[in-house]
């Protein structure tokens, strides 16, 4: 069997890679940088490199043909950037994947899993939510705002009867996370982390990196064409989440504040408006989205109730060992 992968170098990409290859599968990758250290790494463990760029259609072509399934999961993940790198993030994000999915339709390729985000779904308020939520507000950050105009094409071309399967991991954490959190976590091991603001009682969906894989691949393997797959660990408490930082090497140089919830809300949901992405902390605050347990060796093919198909987000790991493994990886590559 023959895959054809985006986004095989980057957090999440690496070990779904790995995965796929572990299954025997025969694997694509599509890379911009051959020559890269990640692109390496996976060549070493027997993965094929086809140099291109999602955002150019023809590269992608003659390596995609043939494929079985494609797993189109490159984007572009930060917060913060100028208006000009706005434009860019939207030609990655949403021409990119309209290229991936729109070509892999033409191929005929029979099997198609695109990962999305929750944040596609946008703040769910005090709601817990699942995959039929519908988006109450505007998104809040470019990031956000391309991914869920991407979630939206491909929601749009499974409407259409195209065989797609869409994966919406949580807030990924794991070893080699450069996400803002993760920096958060480098700076708490070193006793750098600056005064913070946090609502304590606020929620954040997260899924461990590893997990976030097996539930893309499992998407690949098991997923209904047309349904959408919450993958994550659950959700957690600022406060708790603190409470398993203090846990390990590290610590707080400074108080932590907790901010009031009304001027959390305000803050996290409200915030300037300037020619920059100013929504640094929005995503970290503000999606709450649930997934019920499972346990392990417990994956089935996902009992369809409508679009609802949370039995893939589903994990046995609890989420101590996921923090613990994220806070420890800086001790290790310092």
């Given amino acids: 069997m023959k895959v054809f992968v985006t986004g095989g170098t980057g957090f999440i990409g690496q070990p779904l890679t790995r995965m796929l290859l572990q299954r025997g599968w025969d694997v694509t990758v599509l890379v ?17 490199l086809a140099h291109g760029d999602i955002t150019d259609c023809e590269s992608m072509r003659e390596p995609m043909t043939g494929a079985h399934a494609v797993i189109h999961n490159a984007a572009w993940y930060e917060f913060g950037i100028t208006r ?15 290229n991936a999915l729109g070509l892999a339709l033409e191929l005929g390729i029979p099997k198609i899993v695109y990962t999305s985000t929750i944040l596609a779904f946008g703040p769910t308020g005090d709601t817990l939510a699942d995959e039929t939520f519908q988006r109450r507000s505007p ?12 979630y939206e094409l491909a929601v749009a071309l499974q409407k259409r009867g195209a065989p797609i399967v869409i994966a919406c991991p949580a807030g990924v954490i794991g070893p080699g996370d450069r996400s803002a959190l993760g920096y958060l976590v480098r700076m708490y091991v070193r006793g750098f982390l600056p005064p913070v603001l946090w609502e304590q009682n606020g929620r954040r969906a997260h899924v461990y990196v590893e997990d976030a894989a097996e539930g893309i691949l499992r998407c690949l393997e098991y997923g209904k064409a047309g349904e959408t797959y919450i993958l ?21 140089k400074v108080t932590l504040f907790w901010m009031p919830y009304p001027i959390w809300r305000c803050s996290s ?11 640094v902390c929005q995503w ?6 649930p997934s019920p347990p ?18 893939f987000a ?13 806070a420890h990886w800086p001790i290790r590559t310092r």
């Fill in 284 to 289: 970290y605050f503000a999606v709450n989205l």
């Fill in 139 to 150: 998104p809040l950050s470019c990031y956000e705002r391309t991914k869920t105009e991407a």
């Fill in 269 to 279: 949901t409200r915030l300037p408006k300037s020619s920059s992405d100013s929504s």
């Fill in 84 to 98: 000009q790198a706005q434009n860019r993030m939207r030609t990655i994000n949403v021409r990119g994947t309209e």
């Fill in 294 to 311: 499972l346990r392990a060796g417990s994956f089935q093919p996902p009992k369809q109730n409508g679009n609802w198909g949370c039995t």
């Fill in 314 to 326: 589903a994990w046995n790991r609890p989420g101590s060992i996921h923090w613990k493994e994220s």
């Fill in 232 to 252: 994550s660990n659950g959700v957690m408490r600022h406060r708790d989440m603190i409470r398993l930082w203090k846990q390990t090497p590290g610590g707080f």
């Fill in 32 to 48: 911009r940088k051959p020559e890269s250290a990640e692109a390496r790494a996976i060549q070493s463990l027997g993965a094929q």
